[in-house]
Each structure stands twice: as structure tokens, then as C-alpha cells.
């Protein structure tokens, strides 16, 4: 494969940015496979933002010669309490359910690598850390505290302050050439850019994907170019709010209920979730044409070959949200289908997560 069909993979919706793009042409040119990883705590349920959106960027990065791990987060969960802060629990969900999921997604082993945090911390990964910590101020960590999706005033608990410098080290003691992840962890990534320079250490190139927006209005719609990521934290899709996501397991009726009630104003393109998930993932490599199923009498069958096009017409009021909002459950349900067989197939993982919420 060439050089730029590589760089296009990486670059490929629903990626928003990497830093750099000259250094990424370098590593491509020197290297045939990087090694990679994205991270996650264990808190809960597999949705598309974490889970359908992951294994789209994997498939990209796979199909580019990259080698992918997905790491799971068991110590960065538990310092921010996620499942009740019970750690065995949560290393139980990362081997169980949530490892399942992204199998589910297509993202099986060997051509992704799962690893467990914990079972890389010895001696040397804590000196990191510690370098790390000596490389760093207390405000600089506080401000990179929000990458936990918590704001500086929410961060009360100490353990908070070493999450930044634990992220650094993951990637360190990983030896990694590309670090990936949403646009809400790209503090830590710079902290680790910087970091790596200081300390002698590999710099790697951050890759940094759109957050889906929450199928309810966001919380926070006004902003400006110095508050936009913490609007888009506020707003993001998030499994504490069940009826904001949608699971990669969800059934047919689920999605049709979920996007049928999701946030969707006539005319309204900007700030609209359902627009949205046709920009990122129904109809993100431009080639996949979304169609309209509706009644002659509101205007027939009608395909669009672009976002663009969509928009356009959604803007002019020629699209009824409803008639959207079909189309995009119909694909939506088709492209989670492979999930929803596989969890129906094993259904004990299900039952694990679920037993782990409910008893946290």
C-alpha cells in the first residue's frame, strides 16, 4: 500500500485531527507496521461512541499496517470509581463484557492485541510515573484532570493527580508510535508529547477521533473557540445517560425507540445528533448512500450520495426529521447486527455487566 493511501486511512472520518501529520508520514516511512493502542476505563456499557466508532478507526488503522492494542484501563477506572471503585470488578467487566464488545465490533485476536493495565505496572513503569510527576506542575496536572470527564473543581480525590501521569506512562512502557483516542483525552496526549521530550523518550503521534454527541440536546449549547471541547464533553454520548447512547447490543425496537425520541430539530443541521451520525458513521468514506423511505404523498423514495447533500436539503426543510430518523435506525440496527448475534450467542457477558451496575 502507499505512503498516502496509508496517511488517508489514518486521517479517514470520524478522525478530527493528528499531531503531526509530518510526523506520521515519517513513521510511515520508516516503519511498515507502528504499534498503537487506544484506552478505556471499565465503567459500564459498550455504546457507539466508545465502541462502533473504536472499531471503525481500528479497522482503518489495521488495513494501513498498523498493529492495534486496546487497552484496558483497570487502575485509571478504579482511581476514578467507576463500578464502585471495586477493582476486582472491574478487571472481571474488562475481560469479560468488555472485551466482548469490541470482539463483537470484528476486532478480534490476534489482529488486535487486548492488554490489561495492571499487568504492565512493575518497578520501572512507577519511576515513569514519578518522572513524569517531577516534569510536571500540580496545576498542569489539575487542568488535565478533565480527560477523567470530571471538571478541576469535581478532581477532590488525590490518586486523581497521578490518572495524567499513569496515561504518559501507559504509553511509554508500551513503546508505542501512535496514541489514539477521542478529542476529550487530548491533554494527556500533549502532556505525553512534552513529556517524551524531556525525558528522553519515544514521542508518539496522536491521533484524535470526534466525540458523538448524545442523542438528547446538549446540556450547554453556547460557546466560543477557547470553551468548545468542554462543550463537546458536556454533550457527548455517555452510558450514564441510557437514552443519550445507544449500546452496540441495543435490539432493533431499542434503536428505532431511542432514535425515534433523540433530539432532532426541523431545518436544524448544526448541534443535531442524528445528523451527525450520518456525518461519522453511515455515510463517513463519502461512498455509502443514505435512503429515504416515505410515502409518494410526502415526497417518495429519495437517496443522498453525500453529508453535503443531506444537509443541504435538511436545512431547506425538504427532509422531515421522522423520515431521517428512520433511515438512520434502519442502518444503524443493520450495522450493529453483527453485535447484537454475538451478545445473544454469549449471553453471559451481558448478564456480567449488567450484575456489576447494579450492584456498584
Known sequence: MDLERKIELVKRKPAEEVITEEELRQLFQT??????????????????????????????????????????????????????????KIRQVALGYFKAGFVSL????????????????????????????KATSIKRMLRCSTIMGRTEQETVEAASLLYPAMQAADIFKQDLDIVHAGMDQR???????????????????????????????????G??????????ISGKMSKSKP???????????????????AYCPEKVVEENPIIELCEYVIMRDGKKALKIERPAKFGGEVEFASVEELKKTYSEGKLHPMDLKGAVARELAALLKPSRDYFVKNPEFLKQVESAEITR
Not at 507502528?34 to 459498550?46: D, L, M, N, R, T
Not at 460557546?223 to 463537546?232: I, R, S
Not at 443519550?244 to 425507540?257: A, L, M, Q, T
Open 243 to 261: 437514552d443519550s447512547c445507544i449500546y452496540v447490543h441495543d435490539s432493533e425496537d431499542e434503536i428505532k425507540r431511542k432514535i425515534g425520541k
Open 187 to 221: 491533554k494527556a496526549h500533549i502532556l505525553a508529547r512534552e513529556v517524551a521530550e524531556k525525558l528522553g523518550k519515544k514521542k508518539p503521534v496522536a491521533l484524535h477521533v470526534h466525540l458523538l454527541a448524545g442523542l438528547q440536546q446538549a446540556s450547554r449549547m
Open 31 to 88: 516503519n511498515e507496521h507502528p504499534k498503537h493502542y487506544i484506552g478505556f476505563e471499565i465503567s459500564g456499557k459498550v455504546h457507539l461512541g466508545s465502541g462502533l466508532i473504536t472499531a471503525m478507526k481500528v479497522k482503518d488503522l489495521l488495513e494501513a499496517g498498523v498493529k492495534p492494542t486496546i487497552f484496558l484501563a483497570d487502575y485509571h477506572a478504579w482511581i476514578n470509581n467507576k463500578l464502585g471503585g471495586d477493582l476486582q
Open 223 to 232: 460557546y466560543d473557540a477557547n470553551e468548545k471541547l468542554d462543550k463537546e
Open 106 to 133: 470484528g476486532l478480534e485476536e490476534p489482529k488486535v492485541k487486548y492488554v490489561l493495565g495492571s499487568d504492565l505496572y512493575d518497578n520501572d513503569y512507577w519511576a515513569d510515573v514519578v518522572r513524569i510527576s
